[in-house]
């Protein structure tokens, strides 16, 4: 069990690169917002099946929540929900890539949110390791930027920055909640402690991001609600890699999760060139070759 983080990590790196894929396709159809809200529309029933299976054909009994529980798993779907709107937001704007990029400062983010609140420690090792991922994600932000890296650190001070690095904080808290939340459970069965706690997360962003839809783009609601064998793929994968993710952050720290979970840029360009036939510069490759570095020392180390 105290390796299992590791294959689960992979696996949900790999389903979340398959469903950002799918949302991509989705969004010709549908603003960016309501592609996001199809994760957790179709998503929802999806995880409470999954836990019904848990219990019915496992045997695995249920978990009984308190306070911390509801509060911890609220906050982190708040957080998570935020920090999306954010990231939408920062690619909205002018310097879109700095926003994006930056918004992968989450790794450290949450290694620094993990130990003040959760006091998870980190080894210099892994800190090493977490530190060298992160600067292979602003390399392969800059790769597709016109200027590069210096237009990446002239950039800082502009709005798709600040943005980008609150999006990232938003992750960071959110995952720090989930992981609080499914711990708080007391659950001998991590399994059955992450798969709960995705369900209530996935139901609290549902009513949330329902409410908002319903208010600012009720025809892209309806939208959502039609397009039922696209939206429901994406909700499919989307559940998938979260109760993935669920699971590894109920078993390691988050820091180190969202770290090795980097995998999924690599995922991400196989399936830009080999599915959407799209093309990967020289210096991507070095950015993934930094990362892959960066994940490899993380786990000599942790």
Not at 107 to 122: E, K
Not at 203 to 227: D, H, S
Request: aromatic residues 8%.
């Amino acid at each position: 069990m105290e390796h299992l983080w590791i294959p689960v990590t992979i696996a949900a790196a790999l389903a979340q690169a398959v469903r950002t894929a799918l949302q991509r396709q989705l969004a010709r159809e549908l603003s960016n917002v309501a592609g996001a809200y199809a994760r957790f529309l179709y998503g929802a029933p999806l995880a409470f099946l999954y836990v019904l299976a848990l219990r019915e054909f496992w045997r695995i009994p249920l978990p009984a929540p308190d306070v911390s529980f509801f509060t911890a798993v609220t906050l982190g779907g708040i957080a998570q929900v935020l920090a999306t709107v954010m990231l939408l937001a920062a690619v909205n704007l002018r310097s879109m890539p700095v926003g994006v990029a930056l918004s992968k400062t989450e790794v450290i983010q949450a290694a620094i949110a993990g130990f003040i609140f959760l006091g998870d420690p980190v080894t210099a090792t892994a800190a090493l390791g977490i530190l060298l991922a992160t600067l292979g994600v602003m390399a392969l932000a800059s790769a597709r930027m016109s200027g590069g890296a210096r237009v990446l650190v002239t950039s800082l001070g502009e709005p798709a920055a600040i943005v980008g690095i609150a999006s990232g904080a938003g992750f960071a808290l959110s995952a720090i909640g989930f992981r609080a939340a499914a711990l708080s459970l007391g659950h001998p069965n991590p399994v059955m402690a992450a798969g709960y706690t995705l369900a209530w997360a996935t139901a609290i962003q549902t009513a949330i991001m329902g409410l908002w839809l319903a208010w600012r783009e009720p025809k892209a609601l309806l939208a959502v609600a039609r397009n039922v064998k696209a939206s429901g793929l994406v909700g499919l994968t989307s559940v998938i890699g979260s109760a993935c993710w669920f699971l590894a952050m109920t078993i390691q720290t988050v820091a180190y999760v969202r770290t090795l979970g980097l995998v999924e840029l690599a995922f991400g360009y196989a399936i830009s060139v080999g599915w959407l036939g799209e093309s990967i510069k020289r210096a991507e490759i070095l950015g993934i070759l930094l990362v892959a570095l960066g994940i490899a020392t993380l786990l000599l180390g942790g």
